[in-house]
């Protein structure tokens, strides 16, 4: 298996700009996770799915961030528009019912 | 929420020592994984470790549930065992990270 494909590696987008982060999770994994890395807050988990449906976002920041899921090989996140506070690494992640989580290689995302 | 504890902060080692990373958890989990995040960011997958110890190679982990916590050992560090590692309690689904320790090797 190719493991959990994020795309792009980087992106650098101007404020106000729509961004959207893409992820390919693991062929039959039933769990997706999306994770900001920022020096400051480390590690932290913004929305995960179970079979395609969004089970918990109360880690996404706020209103211009979203997330979907349309099928078990896809899943996007969304910032509209987006801030300097924004720019850190967007994590994906997929597991098998919860059982030993595979990371992505990351998007870094800068906003100027 | 669980909180996740990780000690030391950080540590600078010489190639060829031993070092033991510890991770607390403020409540019963599911389960418990540790990672590496490595110079360039990737966070590889090293053990998934509900109670008991694992070996690989010159790393191994034991994770105690009932006294929350778990540790990591490296023996005979090199050079590429630098950056950064994560301890993740797993609860209600979450995986929760510790602020992770970051290691140095030197030759």
């Known amino acids: 298996d190719a493991g959990v494909i994020q795309s792009p590696r980087h992106e650098v987008t101007e404020m106000g700009q729509e961004v959207t982060l893409r992820c390919k999770p693991i062929s039959g994994h039933d769990y997706l996770f999306w994770y900001r890395q920022t020096m400051m807050r480390g590690l932290e988990l913004l929305i995960y799915?179970?079979?395609?449906?969004?089970?918990?976002d109360s880690g996404m920041p706020e209103d211009r961030f979203s997330a979907k899921m349309p099928n078990a090989s896809f899943s996007t996140l969304k910032i509209q528009p987006s801030e300097p506070r924004d720019s850190a690494v967007y994590f994906c992640?997929?597991?098998?019912?919860?059982?030993?989580?595979?990371f992505g290689s990351g998007t870094r995302l800068t906003v100027v | 929420g669980i909180q996740v504890e990780q000690s030391p902060p950080d540590l600078i080692l010489q190639e060829g020592a031993n070092s033991t990373l510890r991770c607390n958890f403020s409540d019963s989990v599911n389960n418990l994984q540790w990672f590496h995040q490595n110079p360039w960011g990737q966070l590889i997958n090293l053990f998934y470790i509900p109670s008991g110890t694992k070996q690989n190679g010159r790393l191994s982990a034991t994770t105690v549930a009932t006294e929350r916590y778990s540790l990591l050992y490296i023996s005979s560090s090199q050079t590429t065992d630098s950056g950064v590692y994560f301890c993740a309690a797993h609860q209600g689904g979450k995986l929760i990270f510790g602020q992770g320790t970051e290691l140095s090797v030197k030759p």
């Open positions: 799915f179970n079979n395609n449906v969004p089970i918990d």
């Open positions: 992640a997929s597991s098998f019912y919860q059982i030993g989580y595979t």
